[in-house]
């Protein structure tokens, strides 16, 4: 009985053993976790289907293609030869987690010996050697490069006057963030320029029904996108609650993939770094995407007179294939409208 | 140290224990007048007289049984059984009078008797004057069996077999008998094999000239073979086998002799029963079972030699 990777999300390819969590030689029964597997999206348990004993193939860290195999379950004897189960009783070693080298399969002393005395000396340390990527970190890497080599995109900027934004902060228990009123703000304008919140495909636009705000959680070494599902159906109090949920779990590295598919559009904010403006990549197929920097105590001309008020720069790349510089121009002016009177999307 | 032809090393021992023990004979068929047809003990009945070195009738089972009274009457006789082969003939005063003797005396006397005896293909001498029949005594209590591969070994335990109170059987192989050496040691110990080549990945067991085909082996291959020459079959030196498999953990045993039966079952059986701890691997490289062929190509082929082994040793160790 095989056990193999399994397909944990529609755009998985492989996964990465984070860590078994049942030990070869162990007996399994449906339903028990065996692994925990790091997808393109997110770290997943994994439970066995059938019953057995177990006998893993694929190493923690390990990454595997869906479908290849990373484990048996079986009656469970070790194929080793006498001398290697000596050794590794003596030893108390695990034979099963012993990498076997015999002409059928059977762990030989050496690699008993080999397991005990470790891996294999490492190559001398070098500031230049690469680290192995993780598989988010390498589905990144191509939706990232995929996205500047294939979509045409052109950035806008607007300057937004965030004084009635505060000052609704001000007056209610546990605020929202400035992120939560940006991510309800773009989900109302979304709402109304369904293009901005479709996908270019070569066949034709795709419209989405839903307005799903991705928002951009950066975590240990990866960047995690979970997604605010209807958010313009949402109150901002609702959206506050949900974003921190997601962002604590996509830190924590327990988000599941559902709570990262389907975004129709994203938020990304550096504005907590104090960057005070930036541009994004858009992840495709989305249509764009909106960079948010910091409020800052800015000095501004109002009714012809220098003036001191807290200023947000947002910055919206779109995809040109699809969203026109006047489309996305309208997009852009209608979310800093919402954000400059929030009163608008709070009705 | 000056070299010694193998059929000259023979002859020496026969020669010196001859003139150190009056009580030992030699004879045999064509050994005497003509020097034996494989021409190693011309010139012993000149030295020694026709009546301790004389030729005999073709009749193998009376010579045995000569050489059984001759033994059981005060004399050491060496009796030559001029092809391996033979042996069958002389089965039974072998096997069932000089063997039991001991035993059937209640240990009031032994047999000291040495057969010496010509074995082993290669030779172009076809299927019944080819075989190395070790394996038809090899199950017998009360023999001895010694096989040696060098010139100093076949000396050295041939004085030691005559000088032993039970019967020995001790067998030269034809292939051997123009091989050079070093002159070794004035005996050997019956029962002690000999590390010839030390090596860490696999012990190779063999006797005769299946240690120089094992020497030239191992020298092709990449493993570190250690070989031990067992010298004799039988008593066997399991503690030198079992030392050594405990440092390499593989054993192969080659033998010139048919797979089923052969006295290599018996050290894999040895090894296996007392050492399994120490394996990782275990296996034997014999001929197959068939008489020997007569055609030269076909001859070669059946044999293990060097180039088998070697392929029996790259096949199973990776």
Redesign the interface.
């Known amino acids: 009985m095989t056990v193999t990777m399994p397909r944990l999300s529609d755009s998985m390819q492989e996964g990465t053993i984070v860590r078994w969590l049942k030990r070869s030689g162990e007996t399994v029964a449906p339903g028990d976790v065996l692994a925990e597997i790091e997808t393109d999206k997110a770290t997943m348990e994994y439970e066995a289907e059938s019953d057995g004993v177990l006998e893993i193939v694929a190493a923690e860290g390990a990454t595997v293609a869906v479908g290849e195999l990373i484990a048996r379950l079986g009656a469970g004897r070790v194929r080793a030869t006498p001398v290697a189960r000596r050794l590794a009783r003596e030893l108390g070693t695990d034979l099963a987690s012993i990498t076997p080298t015999g002409r059928r399969g059977q762990v030989m002393k050496h690699d008993v010996l080999a397991a005990v005395n470790g891996a294999p000396t490492p190559p001398p340390r070098d500031a230049a050697a690469a680290t192995p990527l993780t598989a988010t970190q390498r589905t990144i890497a191509i939706r990232m490069a995929k996205s500047r080599a294939s979509v045409p995109d052109f950035d806008l900027e607007v300057e937004i006057d965030m004084t009635a934004c505060l000052a609704l902060r001000k007056q209610v228990e546990a605020p929202p963030s400035i992120n939560d009123f940006v991510i309800k703000a773009c989900a109302v304008a979304l709402r109304e320029h369904p293009r901005v919140n479709g996908a270019f495909a070569a066949d034709g636009f795709a419209i989405h029904d839903e307005v799903n705000v991705g928002i951009a959680v950066a975590t240990d070494d990866a960047l995690l996108v979970p997604v605010i599902r209807d958010a313009d159906k949402r109150t901002i109090r609702d959206i506050a609650a949900a974003s921190r949920e997601l962002a604590k779990r996509a830190r924590e590295r327990r988000i599941e993939p559902r709570d990262l598919e389907h975004a129709t559009f994203t938020v990304s904010n550096l504005g907590m770094f104090g960057v005070t403006r930036f541009t994004a990549v858009i992840d495709e197929p989305q249509a764009a995407i909106l960079a948010v920097g910091a409020v800052q105590d800015r000095v501004i001309a109002r009714d012809g007179r220098p003036t001191v008020a807290p200023m947000l720069t947002a910055t919206l790349a779109a995809d040109h294939r699809i969203v026109y510089g006047a489309d996305a121009a309208r997009f852009l002016g209608h979310v800093r409208d919402l954000l400059q009177n929030p009163v608008r999307m709070l009705l | 140290m000056s070299e010694v032809e193998f059929r000259d090393a023979i002859k020496q021992a026969l020669d010196e224990e001859l003139a150190r023990d009056d009580s030992v004979i030699f004879f045999g068929e064509d050994v005497a007048k003509p020097g034996g047809v494989f021409a190693v003990t011309g010139g012993l009945q000149e030295t020694h007289g026709e009546s301790r070195v004389f030729d005999t009738p073709i009749a193998e089972l009376a010579m045995a049984g000569a050489a059984f009274g001759a033994a059981i009457t005060g004399l050491r006789p060496v009796l030559e059984i001029m092809f391996g082969d033979f042996l069958a003939l002389a089965m039974d005063s072998l096997v069932n009078q000089s063997a039991k003797y001991w035993y059937i005396s209640n240990e009031q006397a032994s047999v000291p008797l040495v057969v010496r005896s010509a074995v082993g293909a290669g030779g172009r001498f076809g299927a019944i004057h080819s075989q190395t029949p070790i394996a038809w005594f090899h199950g017998v209590p009360g023999l001895k069996i010694v096989a040696p591969s060098t010139p100093g070994d076949a000396k050295a335990l041939l004085k030691s077999a005559i000088r032993d109170d039970n019967p020995v059987l001790f067998f030269e192989h034809k292939r051997l008998y123009s091989t050079k050496g070093e002159e070794g040691p004035e005996t050997l110990p019956l029962g002690a094999a000999n590390v010839v080549r030390e090596g860490t990945d696999l012990t190779l067991v063999t006797a005769m000239v299946g240690v120089h085909d094992a020497l030239k082996a191992a020298g092709t291959v990449e493993q570190d073979v250690e070989i031990i020459d067992l010298r004799t079959i039988r008593p066997l030196d399991l503690e030198t086998i079992k030392a050594s498999v405990a440092k390499t953990?593989r054993l192969l045993v080659v033998e010139e002799g048919p797979s089923t039966g052969g006295w290599s079952n018996g050290v894999l059986a040895q090894v296996t029963e007392h050492a399994?701890?120490?394996?990782?691997?275990a296996w034997r490289l014999t001929t197959g079972d068939a008489p020997i062929p007569y055609s030269p190509s076909l001859e070669d082929a059946f044999l293990p030699g060097a180039e088998a082994i070697a392929a029996s040793i790259t096949e199973?160790i990776?």
């Open positions: 953990n399994i701890e120490d394996l990782d691997d199973r990776r």
